[in-house]
């Protein structure tokens, strides 16, 4: 199983961008495809985006479509959560988490569920 740590979060305006990274240290980090949740204060965690183990697919909440793009860099372990134009209901506790996946299941979306979890980065978009 892997172990993720998500970086990458901050205070800014709104209109700006940010860029979390979500990134693990054992090269089965590539079999997995890889997701991430927000949560506000008083609200339910929510799926923002996912991309597929090979980079391949990805998959996004209406909410963010068109704003926030998904990358993901096999050598560095990396995945990259780019968010553009931000609002302040973009405000919130970003969770990168994974899922295992078969070598040849390219499918992006992720379950409920999924097995493997980071500590989370805050994000506060200011107006």
């Known amino acids: 199983q ?6 990458g979060g901050g205070l800014v305006q709104a209109g700006d961008s940010l860029r979390l990274s979500c990134q693990a240290s054992e090269r089965s980090f590539r079999s997995y495809a890889v997701g991430w949740f ?3 204060p008083g609200k339910e965690r929510e799926f923002v985006a996912s991309i597929s183990n090979s980079g391949g697919s ?3 909440a209406d909410s963010v479509k068109g704003r ?3 990358s993901r860099d096999h050598d560095k372990k990396t995945v990259y959560l780019q968010m553009n134009s931000l ?3 973009d405000t919130a506790l970003y969770y990168c988490a994974a899922t295992l996946r078969d070598p040849f299941d390219t499918r992006a979306t ?3 569920h999924p ?3 980071g500590q989370g980065t805050q ?3 200011s107006s």
Not at 2 to 7: D, G, T
């Open 115 to 117: 097995e493997v979890w």
């Open 110 to 112: 992720m379950p409920s």
């Open 68 to 70: 926030f793009t998904l």
């Open 123 to 125: 994000v506060t978009v």
């Open 87 to 89: 609002k302040p209901e």
């Open 38 to 40: 927000r949560q506000s």
């Open 2 to 7: 892997v172990h993720l740590v998500e970086s």
């Open 58 to 60: 990805t998959n996004f």
